[in-house]
């Protein structure tokens, strides 16, 4: 019989596995241990998604700030990874309703120093931004064209 410490372990190892190992107890009849290891695995998944929203949220932020600190060095990459990294945190939110503007505010502040680092790291200044909004993170279009296409 696993422990919950096994199942967590388990769960942050493989979901594969974990979920294999459920489906095996599930056929031998051992239905509450396999609720154990579901409600484990339903654990790790939301950690990795919030992990993996987290990360996007930064992307975003990152390429946000090189924008407006180096207009001169806007590229259709950033734009491409603002579209992408939004698109990423909508695909995310859908899967997981948890993942709402609540949660994005909670770790905003976060997000948003780990992001002006990273960006002071990539243009090798200083960024004078003291904070984004979220309408600038979420809202604003970033495009190099003028105008409708």
């Known amino acids: ?7 967590d372990w388990l769960a ?10 459920v489906q095996t107890l599930l056929k031998e009849g051992k239905s509450m241990e396999a609720t154990a290891g579901l409600e484990s695995l339903i654990e790790a998944m939301g950690r990795t ?13 990152l390429h946000i700030i090189k924008w407006k600190v180096q207009p001169q060095k806007r590229s259709s990459s950033w734009t491409i990874s603002i579209r992408s ?5 909508e695909d ?16 905003w502040e976060k997000c948003f120093q780990i992001a002006v680092k990273d960006a002071e790291d990539e243009m090798g200044l ?8 979220w309408s600038e993170v979420f809202e604003d279009e970033y ?3 003028e105008g409708d296409l």
């Open 85 to 89: 990294a939004r698109r990423e945190i």
């Open 92 to 107: 995310s939110q859908e899967e997981m309703p948890s993942l709402n503007r609540d949660f994005l505010e909670s770790i």
């Open 126 to 133: 200083k960024c004078h931004l003291t904070s984004l909004s």
């Open 1 to 7: 019989m696993l422990t919950k410490q096994d199942w």
């Open 49 to 61: 998604e919030r992990r993996a929203v987290k990360s996007q949220l930064i992307r975003l932020m």
């Open 143 to 145: 495009t190099l064209y």
């Open 12 to 21: 942050v190892c493989s979901h594969y596995q974990t979920a294999v190992t």
